[in-house]
């Protein structure tokens, strides 16, 4: 398949897979396989755009022109391949993991469900893929609006209440500072387009720009930064598929990864390194990381702390990106990836405890690893991961950020980072040593628990094996995050 | 050639319809030729954009007398815009209206229904297509004689209360817009509106062509609800027969907006209404409270026509916004708003008639799990709330966008802060009645058998609402002539 028919294709896909399902009535066996086909299709043809843009070439295509000289448009970059790479891939899987979750727990209205799902990942592919700001920010909206369904899935008073916790504490920001932003840059710039090292640079004073600056950094609000974070536990309420895929990887990963994007080719990263807001923006990563991981050590629901997980990894990423040098960029575009392996793994096995056992605190969850032993050695694994341990693939993302701030002479940053990877080690490496090395409580002992169903297990192995093939095969990945900062592909 | 007739056809088609439609007394054969001439007078505005944008404007004398004498009709950018949409609108509502009115309309009067609202169509039309501000007048009063009439029409008793006040008001600013007229006249000889912009900046310092402004203003401001002389409009919208709420929402104020553009901008012209006049900040500081006080009104209301009426006076805040600017993107933003408003509130008002069909009232509480009852209604809702909010690949997006722009470039920051800030008080209004159609269980009386609306009713609603989202998309046309047009009102070219 040759670019020019691959793009296409991979922006419609998830649309009319979309479209499909949702008129594919209420015959389940449809939906399920209408799913696996549009996720399986997606990555196809992701993947066959992958060779020539790490040949150099930035395939493009033009939707629309809804604004004179704001085209909605795409271009393929390496960054935006990789995001569109990780969703389509991780989709199949977790598609896989649905049929047999949302099966196993008799979860109704599963049309609105996959749908919605497919539209969501619409949204995530058009984010990787937008050619400029704009579209970027359309997709950005049509993420936060296409995954509200899913977060009020239950339609429970309290999945209505976070719903709405969710949606106003997305869109507020995203309206009342990111599109203010975008349009401030706009008026700025006059162009919107990316542009290698930034298209900002000289249009206003330096404080002007620190305002601007800051108000992406807060107007991204799917980047979790404090005090932005409250809408990602309460997405928790939503199916363990959703906040597996959705919200560990497709929107929050969205938001890091819009981050990165102005970072580089808005702002560009010597501008950013130069700004006065970029040290205060730094604290605050540093602040959030440290914060969300001592927040994360007192849940004790199981989808809670990984949730202030979440926001503490997302604070890597953003750090890396205002560190704003080579290894920084390396370091937080890596991590991305290695962090939406782990805690996809880990949200997995969330759920296929709570089928397993309605269990979803993790008091209750001593001496489990004697009955899902399968389960709880991907947590391990997982968990390895987001700590940043071999032999699992976030050591080395972890390795680039903390020589990010070596070369940005933050000495201070370096241990916040090294802090927080200790604490995650408390918060998370004692539930599966708790599982397998303490005694099961009688309750657990008396009820005969077995393993989640199959295809939850097919799933929860792939995500495992990939946190481990990524620590061996990294150098593929790093090839790619070497092209964001100037370097070539070969050298 | 009957091209050359076409701005008088665009008035005297739907104003013959309306004895035609009386003499008829039987509501199929009334339903016909009133949707007949709704859609002939599409055409023709169609026609008419056409021409204005490939030949420039369009002038008419009526019977042939030449201006000053005779009556002339005028058609640039700026009405041709108006006239399509006001058309559009009026086309889409008729084709709803046949099932929707059996149901909520005395058999007896359906036939009257359908005069008076051809009439009205006639009159807003007229309005829009002269070139003589005494000729405007009689439009004007056509138009709302015919409104009143229509709301009164309704067989809630309310509505004739919410008729009077509307009577009451109407006539009041109908009053103000000719005593501004008549001392227009004193002062310069002359109603064409050309001859007037010619003739005024000579006498504009007197205080009599101050005062003409300041009873225009106030009139044309009554007439398009801006607060505080909104008090007519949420009652009349709430009580009116639901076809009714669509048109008069979708144009009514539309058009008298488009009066004050006229009127401010023609007539006065830019230098008299924002130097020598304070209308900059006066429009501002209403605009911001009809868009505060309008959308935080909205939010309390339990009664979903209510609801988008408080959003109506909010939207307008909007609009006079964009006037305020005194700026061409602040100009275009009001009238690209002018068009996308009228396609929001079209699209949303045709959809609660459809709710309104099958459960006879739009309180939220009724409304709980009706996504299920009536998927296709309420996601044209969703989509029509999703455009009033301001959601990108919807027009109200664009609107907003060239709003913000607006201000950015004259370096208010906080007004534009402002706008996109109260776009949250939409999406709460909106969202409450989305979440109760969506994720609240539904009312234990009704259960499941509520179906969906007719099909002849779902196809109107839904083409406004692909319009809402093709306009939002691909806005060659909007932009274009709306920048056009504000030039034009601007004096900047041609």
Known sequence: MNPETALPLAFWTPLGGAVLIAFSGSRGAMRELLSLVTSALLFVSVTALAPAVLEGARPGLTIAEPLPRLPLQLTVEPLGLMFALLASLLWIVTTVYSIGYMRARRETNLTRFYACFALSLWAAVGMALAGNLLTLFVFYEVLTLSTYPLVTHSGSEQARRSGRLYLGLLLAPSVGFLLLAVIWTWQLAGTLDFVEGGSLRGTASPSVLGILFALYAFGIAKAALMPLHRWLPAAMVAPTPVSALLHAVAVVKGGVFFILKITLYVFGIDLVAELQTTQWLLYLAAATILLASLVALRKDNLKARLAYSTISQLGYVVLGAFLATSSGIIGGSLHMIMHAFGKITLFFCAGAILVATQISSISQMQGLGRYMPLTMSAFLIGALSIIGLPPAGGVWSKWFLMLGTLEAGQQALLAALMASSLLSALYLLMIPLRAFFSPPSAELAAEGIREAPLSCLLAIGFTALGCVGLFFYADALYAVARLLTGGGYHG | ?494
């Not at chain 2, 709430?238 to 901008?265: E, G, H, Q, W």
């Not at chain 2, 830019?270 to 605009?287: D, E, Q, R, T, Y």
Request: hydrophobic share 55%.
């Open chain 2, 1 to 494: 050639m009957i091209t050359q007739h076409l701005p008088i056809l665009q008035v005297i088609i739907p104003l013959l319809a309306a004895p035609l439609c009386l003499l008829a007394s039987d509501r199929r054969v009334a339903w016909a030729v009133s949707l007949a001439a709704s859609w002939a007078a599409f055409l023709i505005a169609a026609l008419l954009l056409d021409q204005t944008l490939k030949l420039g404007v369009i002038t008419y004398a009526l019977g042939g007398w030449s201006v000053p004498w005779g009556i002339e009709y005028r058609v640039d950018n700026v009405n041709a815009l108006v006239l399509l949409i006001v058309t559009a609108v009026s086309s889409a509502v008729l084709t709803f209206a046949r099932r929707s009115v059996v149901k909520e309309l005395p058999s007896a009067r359906v036939h009257l229904f359908y005069a008076l609202y051809v009439l009205c169509l006639g009159g807003l039309l007229g309005i829009t297509v002269t070139g003589d501000a005494f000729n405007l007048f009689v439009f004007m009063e056509i138009s709302a004689l015919a409104s009143y009439a229509l709301i009164a029409l309704s067989e809630e008793r309310r509505a004739l209360t919410a008729s009077y006040q509307y009577l009451f008001m109407g006539t009041i600013g109908a009053t103000f817009i000719l005593i501004g007229i008549g001392l227009l006249y004193m002062m310069t000889g002359t109603l064409n509106i050309q001859d007037l912009s010619q003739r005024l900046p000579a006498v504009a310092a007197s205080h009599t062509v101050e005062t003409a402004f300041a009873f225009i203003t106030v009139g044309i401001s009554i007439k398009i609800a801006l607060m505080p002389l909104h008090l007519w409009l949420p009652n009349a919208y709430t009580y009116a027969p639901s076809v009714v709420t669509a048109f008069i929402a979708a144009t009514a104020t539309k058009v008298a907006f488009y009066v004050l553009l006229r009127f401010m901008f023609t007539i006065f012209g830019v230098s008299f209404a924002f130097k020598n006049m304070p209308l900059s900040i006066i429009f501002m500081a209403l605009a911001l409270t009809a868009i505060f006080a309008g959308s935080t009104a909205a939010i309390f209301q339990d009664n979903v026509k209510r609801m988008l009426a408080y959003s109506s006076v909010a939207q307008i805040g909007y609009m006079i916004l964009g006037i305020s600017l005194a700026s061409a993107t602040g100009l275009t933003a009001a009238i690209l708003h002018l068009f996308n408003h009228a396609l929001m509130k079209g699209a949303l008002f045709l959809a609660l008639g459809c709710v309104c069909y099958r459960l006879g009232v739009a309180n939220i509480e009724q409304m709980r799990g009706l996504g299920r009852g009536m998927p296709w209604t309420m996601a044209a809702f969703v989509i029509g709330g999703l455009s009033l909010v301001g959601v990108p690949l919807t027009v109200g997006f664009i609107s907003k966008w060239y709003l913000v722009v607006g201000a950015l470039e004259q370096g208010w920051w906080p007004l534009a802060v402002a706008v996109l800030l109260t776009s949250l008080l939409t999406l709460i209004y909106v969202w409450r009645v989305v979440e109760a159609a969506y994720f609240q269980t539904p009312v234990a009386a009704r259960a499941d058998d509520v179906r969906e609306a007719p099909r002849s009713m779902l196809l109107p609603t839904w083409a406004l609402i692909i319009a809402n989202l093709y306009f939002g998309i691909d806005t060659r046309l909007t932009v274009d002539v709306a920048s056009q047009a504000a030039r034009q009102l601007l004096g900047l070219s041609g």
